[in-house]
């Protein structure tokens, strides 16, 4: 597609429930990031893909959270044992690696009741 | 520790006046900056940035300033306009690091 693609675009989830979010970045971008947004907060770094190089964790808020990249392009950000403080619109970005530009796809919002 | 900080959390401006949106941060490290505009819904999306080498940039109504030695930036659209009407996001790159760290954002508000 012609922009990052993001799936699902809203996810409503019980407490202690596993979740999967998708991201399908932008042809030939070698870098893909995870951020997220939690009401009323700046853009939270979770994770960074660059290659075939090891992904910068450092953001990931706890061990719960983890992401993979499959192939160089499609990632999936996996949230386990959700808990309420979880629930914010996790968006996906990737770039070409040669600017500081992150293309934005829409985000997943995912509540957690 | 917040290293990009958008103290501003909302801003409203008249139609056709000047909007101007700050940005300071901590890490000297920062050798390049970025604003994003976000619409509900919708994720944000690049507006302008500029190099540490630089204390301006200009793309059409929107300018940005960099003053480095006390760690500020500010973005300048002139004349705004009701589309303008958004969440704006100041961003910074550490020199050797490819992450973006993002400030809070200021909701702009363009009255008509």
């Known amino acids: 597609g012609a922009g990052v693609s993001q799936s699902p675009s809203n996810k409503v989830t019980e407490k202690g429930k596993d979740v999967e979010l998708r991201c399908d970045p932008i042809?030939?971008?070698?870098?893909l990031y995870w951020y997220r947004q939690s009401l009323g907060q700046g853009l939270e770094f979770l994770i960074y893909?660059?290659?075939?190089?090891?992904?910068?964790k450092s953001g990931l808020p706890s061990d719960r959270f983890s992401a993979e990249r499959t192939g160089g392009s499609v990632s999936t950000l996996t949230i386990q044992r959700t808990q309420q403080e979880d629930s914010a619109v996790y968006l996906c970005?990737?770039?070409?690696?040669?600017?500081?530009?992150?293309?934005f796809g829409e985000g997943s919002r995912l509540t957690v009741l | 520790d917040q290293q990009v900080k958008q103290n501003s959390p909302s801003l409203s401006v008249q139609e056709g006046r000047i909007s101007i949106l700050n940005c300071d941060y901590t890490?000297?490290?920062?050798?390049?900056f970025l604003w994003y505009k976000k619409y509900p819904a919708e994720g944000p999306t690049f507006l302008i940035s500029?190099?540490?080498?630089?204390d301006k940039n200009e793309d059409g109504r929107f300018t940005v300033f960099l003053n480095k030695s006390a760690k500020h930036l500010s973005l300048h659209i002139v004349p705004s306009q009701p589309g303008d009407s958004a969440v704006y996001f100041c961003?910074?790159?550490?020199?050797?690091?490819?992450?973006?760290?993002f400030g809070t954002g200021t909701r702009l508000t363009i009255i008509p």
């Open positions: 970005a990737s770039t070409p690696g040669l600017t500081g530009e992150l293309f």
């Open positions: 042809s030939g971008h070698t870098a």
């Open positions: 893909f660059q290659g075939n190089s090891a992904p910068d």
């Open positions: 890490n000297s490290m920062f050798d390049y």
């Open positions: 500029i190099s540490s080498i630089k």
């Open positions: 961003a910074a790159r550490d020199f050797g690091n490819e992450k973006l760290t």
